[in-house]
């Protein structure tokens, strides 16, 4: 089964105005993280947002916020007020415990959802 | 400068060839990684290092060999290249004293073309 699944391959949203782009996660931990990565067409990764599994309010970074529902298993990524910039690939990414459960292993990535954003 | 750098930034090279691919860090991360990505199905995790004596497989790992030189680098080598091996490669540190906090950053990629 897959750990990760962004079920929107491409997302298109006007400038200025928000957008959701959606992540749900497979885990039976307990305690992990989940994590947004921009990836523009230059190629780089870039990290934009961090919410951990016991944290009980939704992680905020500058116009960007997670959409954290534990029960759901969903991560959902927020932007709002879209500028042409924010064209890029988002991956949505979930760090679990190693196996033995006492340090955190390696990431998990979805496929990606493409946005764009026009003027 | 980068924190994170990757040589060479793009690599065209031939089927059997044996080629290396350099990662070097300044932020003083235990932790790297590296992997691959190919269009449509995100980054998989080829190997990793959470010290310098320490490595281990990921999800795809054959073909593929790696060296943690130091702290600082981490090098992973294409034994006998093959086109399907053509894809974007990322580098990878983190810092596990973050603990549950703890993010991995890349770095800039390198594109392989295996003809």
């Known amino acids: 089964a897959q750990k990760i699944t962004q079920t929107q391959p491409g997302m298109f949203v006007q400038e200025k105005e928000a957008v959701t782009l959606d992540c749900t996660y497979d885990t039976s931990d307990q305690s992990y993280g989940l994590f947004w990565y921009k990836q523009p067409s230059s190629g780089e990764m870039i990290f934009l947002i961090y919410q951990g599994s016991y944290d009980e309010q939704n992680a905020t970074e500058g116009r960007y916020s997670l959409n954290f529902q534990k029960a759901r298993k969903s991560a959902n990524l927020v932007i709002s007020a879209s500028q042409l910039g924010d064209s890029a690939m988002y991956f949505c990414a979930m760090r679990e415990r190693t196996a033995g459960g006492t340090s955190y292993g390696k990431l998990t990535f979805g496929q990606g959802t493409i946005l764009t954003v026009h003027p | 400068d980068a924190d994170v750098t990757q040589t060479p930034r793009n690599r065209i090279t031939k089927t059997g060839k044996r080629i290396m691919l350099e990662c070097s860090q300044t932020k003083g991360h235990d932790r790297m990684y590296w992997y691959r990505q190919d269009p449509g199905l995100g980054l998989r995790l080829i190997y990793y290092?959470?010290?310098?004596?320490?490595?281990n497989k990921g999800e795809i790992s054959d073909g593929y060999s790696v060296s943690r030189q130091a702290q600082a680098k981490f090098s992973l080598s294409l034994e006998s290249a093959i086109p399907n091996q053509t894809a974007l490669y990322f580098c990878?540190?983190?810092?596990?004293?973050?603990?549950?906090?703890?993010?991995?950053?890349f770095g800039p990629g390198t594109r392989l073309l295996v003809l």
């Open positions: 290092s959470f010290d310098v004596k320490d490595i």
């Open positions: 990878a540190t983190s810092d596990p004293g973050q603990g549950a906090w703890e993010t991995q950053y």
